[in-house]
């Protein structure tokens, strides 16, 4: 087996798919980021004046969650093992790539349960896994909290949102995602998973459906963001 980044052959390595070298090139998201999405700001000037300040983004268009974190940059290694996980079907990276986000977890307030951003039927059927629930998964049983992945639903089939500009993209998703289980959601802080934050589109319609549904908080967290 060769390594799903950069492909020399792999040996001794001790996570699959990849080599020591590109594993121990993953590194943390940098410092400061926006408070409400989690924006790497270009400095720690942009503090300077108010430690509150939030990106240019989220003052535009205030978002549906609370919070957003993101843990890593969205680019190789980590994109190639990403892309492994949802395209390759290599599904064994989902649980890695969960132990790897739940050793850098931020410290999070005080939740409820643990929701993955839902895949549609078809995908769901050509792929046969949500790679988002099995971070969900890995995520729910390091802080102790319930995984429910089964009262958020995709009610529409979508266009890929990569594939797509910024305001497409808001089109795309909207009226996408349902609560089917509103009981287990009213009043209950949420901590919502994903794989990929790249423009917050699709975790800010799913936040917006939590609320509507009477969901007390939304929280979100990514393995990786796109900058």
């Not at 990106?55 to 990403?82: G, H, I, M, N, Q």
């Not at 794989?195 to 967290?221: H, I, P, Q, W």
Request: with cysteine; glycine share 4%; hydrophobic share 40%.
């Amino acid at each position: 087996m060769s390594c799903g980044a950069c492909g020399i052959r792999l040996t001794d390595d001790p996570l699959p798919f990849a080599c020591r070298s590109c594993w121990a090139r993953i590194e943390p998201l940098p410092q400061p980021r926006c408070p409400r999405c989690g924006f790497p700001f270009a400095s720690p000037v942009a503090l300077t004046y108010s430690p509150d300040h939030t990106c240019a983004t989220c003052r535009r268009r205030k978002p549906s969650y609370t919070r957003a974190w993101s843990l890593f940059p969205y680019e190789s290694p980590l994109r190639d093992l990403v892309h492994l996980l949802k395209y390759k079907n290599k599904m064994v990276l989902g649980s890695v790539l969960g132990r790897l986000m739940c050793k850098h977890l931020p410290a999070f307030p005080e939740l409820d349960l643990v929701l993955p951003v839902p895949l549609g039927p078809y995908r769901l059927l050509e792929r046969e896994y949500n790679q988002s629930l099995l971070l969900a998964d890995a995520i729910a049983r390091a802080i102790g909290k319930p995984l429910d992945w089964s009262s958020l639903v995709r009610i529409r089939q979508t266009t890929p949102q990569t594939a797509l500009p910024r305001r497409a993209r808001l089109k795309n998703l909207r009226r996408t995602f349902a609560v089917a289980r509103s009981g287990r959601i009213s009043g209950r802080r949420v901590l919502l998973v994903d794989d990929v934050f790249t423009t917050g589109t699709t975790v800010n319609e799913c936040a917006k459906t939590l609320r509507r549904a009477g969901s007390a908080e939304v929280y979100v967290v990514t393995l990786a963001r796109t900058l």
